[in-house]
């Protein structure tokens, strides 16, 4: 499989995760401490949507390193704009580091999401003990926690902007490829302050975004932008 090849399919691989995470998350109330509230923490959907989050925050930076690698040996056989390719791999390298602290910040809050939140509630079930529940906020707010998080998803931001000028800078077809993506990205911190509709239609954003730059991704023995 040529770079270009898997370098798609990480994109499209990326996309997919961050849709699954919304979609298989299960979505309890979480305004009262409840024994659905309980359940929906310990079952197996729970690790599952969650793995798929963390699938899709580390497939980010392979993808964005292959994109940098084919914008890098973008030569002549790719129609006279190897120049201006060449200048989009060096914004990609800003985002590629941008995007792998990121998301190594990320993916430690949602292992305590997956791993710590499932434990205390299996506590609480086992125990009857509703009110356990309670650690739950207790440990999604610790404060190293809530700012390696947010630390994490504005460098994922910030990565996003800087592909979506990479691309336009590379003239990719179309320039704008890497822009809903970026929205995606840049969203990423806003949209889990909302409910499971608006976390829905932010994944399909992010897939979408992801399938995009995707389909925008030529070898250097492809045919490149047009001059």
Known sequence: MTTARWTR???VAAGLS????????????????????????????????HLCGILGLALLAPALLGLRTVLAQAGPADGGGGAAYRAGAGTVTWALVTAWVGAGCAALYFGAEIFGIRTIAEAALRDDDLGLLADVEVLRMQPWAVTLFAAG????????????????????????????????L????????GGPEVRITHGFL????????????????EPGPSR
């Open 9 to 11: 399919v990480a994109f």
């Open 18 to 49: 961050f849709l699954l995470f919304p979609l298989l998350r299960p979505w309890p109330d979480e305004t009262a401490a409840t024994t659905e509230l309980a359940t929906a923490f310990a079952s197996d959907r729970w690790v599952v949507a």
């Open 153 to 184: 998803l504005l460098l994922l931001a910030a990565a996003g902007v800087l592909l979506a000028v990479a691309l336009w800078r590379s003239g990719a077809r179309p320039r704008w490829a890497g822009v809903p993506l970026a929205i995606g």
């Open 186 to 193: 840049v969203l990423l911190l806003p949209q889990f302050f």
């Open 206 to 221: 992010v897939a979408a975004g992801c399938v995009l730059v995707a389909l925008s991704v030529r070898g250097s023995s």
